[in-house]
């Protein structure tokens, strides 16, 4: 073999490897609600404290491991690195709490939607905050994307501010983090880090009334690897992306709402009503409109994803 075949033969090795890991993460992003369903005896607040500690602990072993903890003391040295990831860090988490509330409280659906919309509303904030121009096809998605949030508020009775939520927080963050320019393990490591002593001073103040210790072996056992079930998709979310065509993750990252949406309706048995239907087509149709390419060869997804595309917060 000649040295270019062999070098070509370790770049499709390296894509491939990089497909598989990021298919991987979101996969297991779509499947998380299962995990939290094992523990749904226990109170959201309390399980949204015990993410946040034991997915510092977590992301502080695998820094070491990927010799990154030095990029990560750089960071906690500088104090409006802090700052900046206080912020970042509380939309992080906001999306967290959201979404364990809607896992537990039976609407996984509802996130499902909030996460098939959310590449959409960045490229709404892009607009709103960047002064970006649209094509007249996102103009066409972000139409459709506000019909189908309207005929879902059309059921007075499930109007989808969980939906709104998720999609709100997570495109916020993905759109303020991207601007950060920090390197993505160690600053989702100080994020985690800025919140983990308050998360353990609640913790300790309610000590006695903590629901974890009054459950069985089993259920404690699957609390402890919720840092694990947190972090693990996302260190194969920061080393398959930088193997792949950036179009390729735009369009993998709607594995996690669609694994989500099947299992919500065939595993958990939630309602999926006309209105769901009738919303979810609408959101389907603008996500298509979004791979079109437009003039420049570049179709809407991709060039939301470039700008936006960062460590997910699920």
Known sequence: MTPKT???????????????????????????????????????????????????????????????????????????NILKLTVSSALMIANWGIFIFAVLTNRVIETSFGYFISPLFSIIFSRVFLSESLTKLQKVAIALVILAIAIKALNITAFPWISLLVAVSFSLYGLYKKKLHMPALPSFTLEMGIFTLPALLLLALNFSENMAFQQPALTQFYLLLIGVVSCIPLALFNSGVKKIKLSHTAFFQYITPSISFLTSIFIFKEVFSFYDFIAFSLIWISIILSTIKGKKGRNTLENTAKKYLDIPAV
């Open 6 to 80: 062999l070098e070509k033969n370790d770049s499709d090795k390296q894509i491939r490897l990089g497909n598989f890991q990021i298919i991987l993460c979101f996969s297991l992003w779509g499947f998380l609600p299962l995990y939290f369903k094992l523990i749904k005896s226990i109170d959201v607040v309390e399980v949204l404290l015990y993410r946040i500690c034991f997915s510092f602990l977590f992301m502080l072993l695998l820094i070491l491991l990927q010799k990154q903890f030095g990029e990560f003391l750089l960071l906690l040295k500088d104090k409006k």
